[in-house]
T-cell receptor
Framework: DAGITQSPRHKVTETGTPVTLRCHQT?????MYWYRQDPGHGLRLIHY???????DKGEVSDGYSVSRSKTEDFLLTLESATSSQTSVYFC???????????FGDGTRLSIL | AQTVTQSQPEMSVQEAETVTLSCTYD???????LFWYKQPPSRQMILVIR??????QNATENRFSVNFQKAAKSFSLKISDSQLGDTAMYFC??????????????FGTGTQLKVEL
C-alpha cells in the first residue's frame, strides 16, 4: 500500500469555522491531489500540486485553498466551512505525471 | 472537457459467475489513459486495472480484464469467477496526459456491484 495518511479520519464542525485537512505521504512522490466524493458525482478534483509551493485549481476549487510547503505534506483548508462542503475528502499521489494515482483512506467531514 | 458515464448504478452477480461493468467516455484527445478503481465498504480507493489508449491490446489483471473499444469510446470491465470480496463500488476514470502540471482524473458516478451466494 502507498504510504498515504490523511488526518483527521472524521471531523464534525460548525458552519463558518475554518477547517484544515492534512495529507502526508512517505513515498516522495511529486504529484499530490485533493478530491471530494459526493453521491451521484463520483470523485471530483479540488486542487492539485506538482511540486513544493506549486499548486493549481481543479474543477471544484471554490471555497478551498491548499498549501504544500514540503514534499510530504499537502494541506486542504476550508476558510469558512459551509454545509455544502460536507463530503468525503480523498488525497491522492502519483510518482510521474502519467502514472496511476494512489489514494489515502479519506476524511469524512460533516459541517452542521 | 472530458466526461465519463457509467450507466449502471447497481448490479448483482452470483458467486463464481462473470459480470461486465460498462463505461463510456467522451473526449477529443487521441492519447489518454483509462482506469477502473474499486471502493469496498472500507472506503479505500483501490486501483484495479489501467489501459493506455495507444495500446490495442486489452489490459488484464488476474480475474479482471477490460474491453477497450477506442472508436466507440467504450471501456468495460469484466470480472471473472466473482468472489464475495469483489462486492464494492466500481469507478471508471479518464486521464488526459499532462506535462509538468499534473494529471487529472475524471471519474464516472460509479456502479455498485454486489456478489451474492
Amino acid at each position: 500500500d502507498a504510504g498515504i495518511t490523511q488526518s483527521p479520519r472524521h471531523k464534525v464542525t460548525e458552519t463558518g469555522t475554518p477547517v484544515t485537512l492534512r495529507c502526508h505521504q512517505t513515498e516522495n512522490h511529486r504529484y499530490m491531489y485533493w478530491y471530494r466524493q459526493d453521491p451521484g458525482h463520483g470523485l471530483r478534483l479540488i486542487h492539485y500540486s506538482y511540486g513544493v509551493k506549486d499548486t493549481d485549481k481543479g474543477e471544484v476549487s471554490d471555497g478551498y485553498s491548499v498549501s504544500r510547503s514540503k514534499t510530504e505534506d499537502f494541506l486542504l483548508t476550508l476558510e469558512s466551512a459551509t454545509s455544502s462542503q460536507t463530503s468525503v475528502y480523498f488525497c491522492a499521489i502519483s510518482e510521474q505525471v502519467n502514472q496511476p494515482q494512489h489514494f489515502g483512506d479519506g476524511t469524512r467531514l460533516s459541517i452542521l | 472537457a472530458q466526461t465519463v458515464t457509467q450507466s449502471q448504478p447497481e448490479m448483482s452477480v452470483q458467486e463464481a459467475e462473470t459480470v461486465t461493468l460498462s463505461c463510456t467516455y467522451d473526449t477529443s484527445e487521441n492519447n489518454y489513459y483509462l482506469f477502473w478503481y474499486k471502493q469496498p465498504p472500507s472506503r479505500q480507493m483501490i486501483l484495479v486495472i489501467r489501459q493506455e489508449a495507444y495500446k490495442q491490446q486489452n489490459a488484464t489483471e488476474n480475474r479482471f480484464s477490460v474491453n477497450f473499444q477506442k472508436a466507440a469510446k467504450s471501456f468495460s470491465l469484466k470480472i471473472s469467477d466473482s468472489q464475495l470480496g469483489d462486492t464494492a463500488m466500481y469507478f471508471c476514470a479518464f486521464m488526459k496526459p499532462f506535462t509538468g502540471g499534473g494529471n487529472k482524473l475524471t471519474f464516472g458516478t460509479g456502479t455498485q456491484l454486489k456478489v451474492e451466494l
